[in-house]
């Protein structure tokens, strides 16, 4: 098991940033590949970012590329996500999650992944 629980959601203003955090409790946090999703009301949870086990292979959605970064740190057993340039449509609830996967894999879909947290909300006003 896993224990995922996410931090850092707030309300800021579009053009700002904001860093999101996960912290894992359970079993080894090394071995997971990682992720990040959002899900806005009456929407279904959509992908936004994805880092590997080895190598730290990321991927991103097409939406957040070049204003997003992802990032882990295995010692501390946490994944961050690192969002700048805040847009209205960013306002959403975030959610990481963590997925068992060989070496350089990246898990993009939900069904991937085994663990979730319980959500930071992001509001960005316009």
């Known amino acids: 098991q896993v224990q995922l629980v996410e931090s850092g959601g707030a309300l800021v203003q579009t053009g700002g940033s904001l860093r999101l955090s996960c912290a894992a409790s359970?079993?080894?946090?090394?071995?997971?590949?990682l992720g990040w999703f959002r899900q806005v009301p009456g929407k279904e949870r959509e992908f936004v970012a994805a880092i590997s086990v080895t190598y730290g292979r990321t991927y991103y959605a097409d939406s957040v590329r070049g204003r997003f970064t992802i990032s882990r740190d295995n010692a501390k057993n946490t994944v961050y996500l690192q969002m700048n340039s805040l847009k209205a449509e960013d306002t959403a609830v975030y959610y990481c999650a963590a997925g068992r996967a060989p070496g350089s894999t990246l898990l993009l879909t939900t069904g991937q992944y085994d663990y979730w947290g319980q959500g930071t909300q992001v509001t960005v006003s316009s």
């Open positions: 359970g079993r080894a946090f090394s071995v997971y590949a």
